[in-house]
């Protein structure tokens, strides 16, 4: 079906019920109203209620029946059974009424008006209906503060010969068709016959016919979170398509409408290897004032390399992260692989040598850290090697003897025979193995025999 026969279509339901209101007066017997009135109770002097009313499967929830009388609902709910063309409350030729406080659901009009003037309609209710205000024939009454929201044609119609009448401060919101209908002519809001002032509209199919009668709704929302500095450090949150940034614990965002996604940033940067990721309440959608929290976890970044850099295989490093970032307080464990053609030494750890050949390091991630797995080629750690020996103080006839067998081992790396220099390297072992305990302690003799085994092993 096309909008215009859907259109053609809800006008004549519009045509049908008012020839149905109209007629109300004339084919439902009276209900004279008491301090509680019921169902399809009329009204003859000012009504407070008490309680509520329904569900009423009569085609009028209440029905105003005298000039200058107020009906105050207290906030209390007139509910139908959707009952054809019925109204939750009807005034059909009468002046000076005032209507206010009510909720009014489960009808085909919520509040019909119709032969009247001087009507006031004042913070009442309208949802779950078809329309929410259907007003005709009526002039200079005020339409105020009122809520149509949720109804499944239009939240506010104004019809045949509606002149003359002022609606101020209302809103219709989510309707399946309009937010405002006024299909009057005259010199009011938009050329209609009314005028309209600061009347609020969004979600609708259609918000306003004509434009121009409402604007959207528009609401503040807070968005706080904890876990990041609360100076110094920007954060942000992007609600719909536009992105909002402080340094504080909270954004306020204004002027927003309708219904929106938001997202918290995440991950946000701190200072040099310092960041912050969300990890509750990060996103959600809004659609009315309030405050929304988010949570940030601090997190540091582990750099791990090789010295030389560029290395293979890298270190391996437990628990894998592939960022690099971890959260604060996570233990680490750095392990150094073995690299053909070269010898593991040592981790460094922030600049500063931990145990020698020990290829696992622990870190523990309470700031940013650098590991550097520090790696040496045959030749330069036989070199370590002679260092190592001579920091001992060994005797010198023993010293001799050692000097000789790495000196000689150097020359065959450097003329390029490595079996040579494998073999002289193991002989360098089998002496400080004789002295151990001797003029070595069996401390000294491990140190240097796993260095030299270390070498013999990288050697290809």
């Given at each position: 079906m096309?909008?215009?026969?859907?259109?053609?279509?809800?006008?004549?339901?519009?045509?049908?019920?008012?020839?149905?209101?109209?007629?109300?007066?004339?084919?439902?017997?009276?209900?004279?109203?008491?301090?509680?009135?019921a169902?399809?109770?009329?009204?003859?002097s000012?009504?407070?209620?008490?309680?509520?009313?329904?569900?009423?499967?009569?085609?009028?929830?209440?029905?105003?029946?005298?000039?200058n009388?107020?009906?105050?609902?207290?906030?209390?709910?007139?509910s139908?059974?959707?009952?054809?063309?019925?109204?939750?409350?009807?005034?059909?030729?009468?002046?000076?009424?005032?209507?206010?406080?009510?909720?009014?659901?489960?009808?085909?009009?919520?509040?019909?008006?119709?032969?009247?003037s001087?009507?006031?309609?004042?913070?009442?209710?309208?949802?779950?209906?078809?329309?929410?205000?259907?007003?005709?024939?009526?002039?200079?009454?005020?339409?105020?503060?009122?809520?149509?929201?949720?109804?499944?044609?239009?939240?506010?119609?104004?019809?045949?010969?509606?002149?003359?009448?002022?609606l101020?401060?209302?809103?219709?919101?989510?309707?399946?068709?309009?937010g405002?209908?006024?299909?009057?002519?005259?010199?009011?809001?938009?050329?209609?016959?009314?005028t309209?002032?600061?009347?609020?509209?969004?979600?609708?199919?259609?918000?306003?016919?004509?434009?121009?009668?409402?604007?959207?709704?528009?609401?503040?929302?807070t968005?706080?979170?904890?876990?990041?500095?609360?100076?110094?450090?920007?954060?942000?949150?992007?609600?719909?398509?536009?992105?909002?940034?402080?340094?504080?614990?909270?954004?306020?965002?204004?002027?927003?409408?309708?219904?929106?996604?938001?997202?918290?940033?995440?991950?946000?940067?701190?200072?040099?290897?310092?960041?912050?990721?969300?990890?509750?309440?990060?996103?959600?959608?809004?659609?009315?004032?309030?405050?929304?929290?988010?949570?940030?976890?601090?997190?540091?970044?582990?750099?791990?390399?090789?010295?030389?850099?560029?290395?293979?295989?890298?270190?391996?490093?437990?628990?894998?992260?592939?960022?690099?970032?971890?959260?604060?307080?996570?233990p680490?464990?750095?392990?150094?692989?073995?690299?053909?053609?070269?010898?593991?030494?040592?981790?460094?750890?922030?600049?500063?040598?931990?145990?020698?050949?020990?290829?696992?390091?622990?870190?523990?991630?309470?700031?940013?850290?650098?590991?550097?797995?520090?790696?040496?080629?045959?030749?330069?750690?036989?070199?370590?090697?002679?260092?190592?020996?001579?920091?001992?103080?060994?005797?010198?006839?023993?010293?001799?003897?050692?000097?000789?067998?790495?000196?000689?081992?150097?020359?065959?790396?450097?003329?390029?025979?490595?079996?040579?220099?494998?073999n002289?390297?193991?002989?360098?072992?089998?002496?400080?193995?004789?002295?151990?305990?001797?003029?070595?302690?069996?401390?000294?003799?491990?140190?240097?025999?796993?260095?030299?085994?270390?070498?013999?092993?990288?050697?290809?």
């Amino acid at each position: 079906m096309n909008t215009n026969s859907k259109m053609m279509n809800i006008r004549t339901i519009s045509v049908i019920s008012v020839l149905l209101m109209s007629s109300f007066t004339i084919f439902y017997p009276t209900v004279f109203a008491s301090a509680d009135p019921a169902c399809g109770s009329d009204l003859f002097s000012d009504t407070t209620l008490s309680g509520d009313i329904g569900p009423c499967s009569t085609p009028v929830g209440l029905r105003i029946s005298n000039n200058n009388i107020t009906l105050d609902c207290a906030g209390h709910t007139i509910s139908g059974t959707n009952v054809p063309f019925s109204a939750g409350i009807v005034s059909a030729g009468f002046t000076g009424i005032t209507i206010k406080n009510c909720n009014v659901t489960g009808f085909f009009q919520g509040i019909y008006i119709d032969f009247g003037s001087n009507v006031n309609l004042a913070s009442n209710t309208l949802g779950g209906n078809a329309f929410g205000i259907f007003m005709q024939r009526t002039s200079g009454s005020t339409i105020t503060d009122n809520t149509n929201d949720g109804n499944s044609q239009d939240g506010v119609f104004m019809g045949f010969e509606a002149s003359g009448n002022t609606l101020t401060g209302n809103t219709a919101n989510n309707n399946s068709i309009r937010g405002f209908e006024d299909a009057t002519t005259g010199s009011g809001t938009s050329g209609t016959g009314n005028t309209y002032s600061s009347n609020a509209c969004s979600g609708n199919t259609i918000n306003s016919s004509p434009n121009g009668l409402c604007g959207l709704t528009t609401f503040s929302v807070t968005f706080d979170q904890s876990g990041i500095p609360s100076s110094g450090t920007t954060w942000g949150v992007t609600v719909g398509s536009s992105h909002y940034t402080g340094t504080g614990t909270s954004i306020t965002v204004s002027g927003l409408s309708g219904t929106s996604s938001y997202i918290y940033d995440s991950p946000v940067a701190g200072s040099a290897g310092t960041r912050y990721t969300c990890n509750a309440g990060c996103s959600g959608s809004i659609s009315g004032s309030g405050t929304e929290s988010a949570s940030y976890t601090t997190q540091y970044l582990l750099t791990v390399e090789t010295s030389p850099s560029g290395l293979t295989p890298a270190p391996t490093v437990s628990p894998v992260s592939a960022s690099g970032y971890y959260d604060a307080g996570t233990p680490v464990t750095l392990t150094a692989n073995t690299i053909p053609g070269y010898i593991f030494t040592n981790w460094n750890v922030d600049g500063t040598d931990q145990s020698l050949f020990a290829n696992t390091a622990s870190v523990t991630m309470n700031g940013p850290h650098d590991g550097t797995a520090v790696y040496k080629t045959p030749q330069q750690a036989l070199q370590s090697l002679i260092t190592l020996k001579e920091s001992m103080g060994l005797p010198q006839g023993l010293t001799t003897s050692l000097d000789a067998k790495l000196n000689a081992a150097s020359n065959s790396l450097n003329s390029g025979d490595g079996n040579t220099a494998k073999n002289q390297l193991n002989a360098f072992i089998n002496e400080v193995s004789a002295q151990a305990g001797k003029k070595l302690t069996q401390d000294q003799a491990n140190q240097l025999i796993s260095v030299a085994q270390n070498i013999i092993n990288s050697i290809s």
